[in-house]
């Protein structure tokens, strides 16, 4: 069944909005992983751990494995892109804000030069 891009969204969002899933993530982006490996930098048990990672699996940020006896963890970018294509259709506004800002601080640099 294919999620909806709302759903995907709504998902995604929930399971960026905790650090540690955020840095499994960030550790993911260097490569797969086992679930022990992801545990290691976490003052967590195995089972918290494990917790996250089937959120970050729901929300299709992460795929699990299989090679030998162990899963290997694997990120899965797709969620992150639907989140970066959302995010686009608000880079006109911060653009023009940091535009704004940039002329307001060369406006004062002038001031200061004119001050001296």
């Known amino acids: 069944m294919k999620r909806s891009v709302d759903t995907l969204l709504d998902q ?3 399971a960026l909005a905790s650090r540690t899933r955020r840095a499994i993530l ?16 976490f003052n967590m048990s195995l089972p918290a751990i494990s917790k ?27 969620p ?15 653009e023009a804000r940091f535009d704004q800002m940039d002329i307001y601080l060369k406006q004062l640099k002038e001031k200061e030069q004119n001050n001296e």
């Open 12 to 14: 995604t969002f929930a």
């Open 26 to 41: 960030a550790r993911l982006a260097e490569g797969e992983a086992t679930v022990n490996e992801l545990a290691e930098p």
């Open 52 to 78: 996250h990672i089937k959120v970050l699996e729901r929300a299709g940020l992460i795929q699990r494995g299989q090679k030998a006896q162990y899963r290997p963890c694997t990120i899965d970018v797709a």
């Open 80 to 94: 992150l892109q639907a989140v970066a294509n959302w995010t686009e259709q608000y880079r006109h506004i911060w």
